[in-house]
């Protein structure tokens, strides 16, 4: 039963990969007249990778009469797979002239695999083994019972021929010596004789094997009964019908070109490396007589790699008092420099009609590589306080292109341990980042009781369109850390400059703070933040509230109280924002408050080498102005 299985399973398969075979296709097909050659373009796709084809064209008059065209050149004979394949009729050549809609009928036929060594050494063996496969008839296998014949004959003959001579040269009587010498004689032309016939049998077949095998190579259309070919079906494709005018015309055309312009992508008037562009102009007929055979030859000044563009262009004919808009698309690759491309556009007319030349300059630049990058992140809660398991914790991250280059399809995937889940979406789709540009990501995510590790990592993967220029990043919270309040206003500043500015979500004055060594026993700084006055203490309106003041109260490093009226005695020096009855200032583009800032920043600034007069000089001078600008508000410091 399984041996009958199997066999079901083979003949089931043996269809389908017949049908495999013959998914080959002609596409696309099209014609023009450039006023030399019937310039035929078409398409094939399909089939093994290695099959060739050979391409049989056809030309055919409206009324379906076929033209006798024979001199066909190039893409002809032992074509590959591909696009924008070619064929050259010379109608001349035929002694055909043209004034009439024709169409044209490609028919392939997939060429053969001839291993023709293969058959010559089967011959070789065995006269007729290598015709098997190359020819249709069954009888080619007697010439190798002939030819081994011919040899076992010349074998028995040469043996029989020594006889006679062992015999000749042991007779007694003449006569008998002599009767035996002519018997050696005569079998020894015998057994050389079927050797020769025997060699001819081998040279032969081995001829007529490479004969055939370049036969079928050759060969256009199926053999019935042949190996090679008895299963190729040709296949085929027709163009439109269009109509073609090899004779000169009765009234000139007057070509005339304008309207040049390029166009690129970035609108920078340069084609970059892997951009497409497209250099347009129109073509108008201001003659009295249509114009033929219209073609568009572009061609660099000076030879620049990494440029890529069709360099012909047929356009067929263009009718008196008619235009066309012409587009040349134009690439830059990978290899593309940073120079300029002269470019030199010819429009021509088969009866040489030809229009005034153009000539374009178009700068071109190498490739420039972005840099897609997380500059900085911040891990928050809603309330503030501890990260805890099972409490959901918000990250938020500022994604940037710090590189020269235009990043595209820029993607950012935030990847997670073992029992930590996300609340919302955790992958972003940012699009093109011009150099410079930033975006910002948000989204939510909490560990579960059974998260035993000190710390949660969240690696956030990057990706660009070429795969090279992002890099992954882990950030990474501590279970119990102390985190802000999910109230953090990312700046992210788009910027049309390509100067590069490292965005993040701290204050400029929250980073490089001086550090001392200096040690002092029995010092004690008492860090106050309240930014709440109102709910808790009625009476007070919101007025009263400080904004920034968790922030201020995490970089300060000294004391926050308010100022009293009394004076202050011992070795106490008292910087306030403001006095008893006034309210401080905030500096939200900062997140700090207005005093707190540009005292953090003058001790950032001066490393804390800086005497009090000076620091409460600076501090006062900047938060009068700053007040005014930000906050169209006075605000007086104290000390």
Known sequence: MKINNFLILILLCLPFNSLQAQTARISNVNFDYNGQNIVITFDISGGEKT????????????????????????????????????????????????????????????????????????????????????REGKHYFLYGVVGYGCMGTSAFMGLKALTSFNNYSTATTASVANNYYNQAISQRTAALSFVGAAAIIWAVDMIFVAKRANILKKSQVPIPGNYYLQETKPVFAFSDQKHINTKAPVQPPFLVTDNLKFEDFDKNKCINANEETSINFTIENKGKGDATGLSVNVFLAKPLDGLEFKSVNLLGNLAKGKSLEIVIPVKGNMQLISSEALFKINVKEANGFVADPIEITIPTRAFVPPKIEITDYVFTTEGGGQAKLGVPIN?????????????????????????????????FVIG????????????????????????????????????????????????????????????????????????????????????????????????????????????????????????????????????????????????????????????????????????????????????????????????????????????????
């Open 395 to 427: 990250l938020k991250a500022i994604i940037q292109n710090t590189g020269q280059g235009i990043a595209k399809d820029v993607t950012v995937y935030f990847n997670f341990p073992e029992n930590v889940f996300k609340t919302n979406d955790n992958s």
């Open 51 to 134: 099959d060739r084809f050979n391409i049989l064209p056809e030309i055919y008059k409206s009324n379906g009469d076929k033209i006798p065209a024979l001199s066909f050149e190039g893409d002809v004979k032992s074509v590959s797979a591909g696009n924008q394949k070619k064929i050259l009729w010379n109608y001349k050549k035929d002694g055909v002239e043209l004034d009439n809609h024709v169409s044209v009928k490609l028919s392939a036929n997939i060429q053969p695999e001839i291993q023709l060594g293969k058959h010559l050494l089967k011959s070789a063996i065995y006269p007729g083994w290598g015709d098997y496969k190359l």
């Open 432 to 639: 093109d980042m011009k150099p410079n540009e930033s975006k910002e990501v948000y989204f939510e995510f909490f560990a579960n009781k059974q998260y035993s590790e000190p710390a949660i990592p969240v690696t956030a993967k990057l990706n660009e369109s070429w795969g090279k220029y992002a890099g992954n990043k882990t950030l990474e919270v501590k279970v119990n850390q102390e985190l802000k309040k999910t109230q953090v206003k990312l700046l992210a500043d788009e910027q049309q400059k390509t100067e590069i500015s490292i965005k993040t979500i701290k204050s400029d004055v929250d980073a490089n703070i001086p550090i001392t060594t200096e040690k002092k026993l029995n010092y004690y700084a008492v860090i106050i933040g309240n930014e709440d006055y109102s709910s808790s203490q009625t009476g007070l309106n919101n007025e009263s509230n400080v904004d920034f003041a968790v922030n201020d109260a995490q970089a300060e490093r000294g004391v926050k109280i308010k100022p009293k009226e009394d004076i202050l005695k011992g070795n106490t020096i008292v910087f306030a924002s403001s006095s008893g009855d006034e309210s401080s200032g905030s500096y939200k583009e900062k997140q700090h408050g207005m005093f707190t800032y540009f005292l953090l920043k003058k001790l950032q600034e001066s490393k804390g080498n800086i005497s009090i007069k000076d620091l409460f000089e600076y501090v006062e001078t900047n938060v009068k102005k700053e007040s005014v600008i930000v906050n169209n508000k006075k605000t007086n410091t104290q000390n």
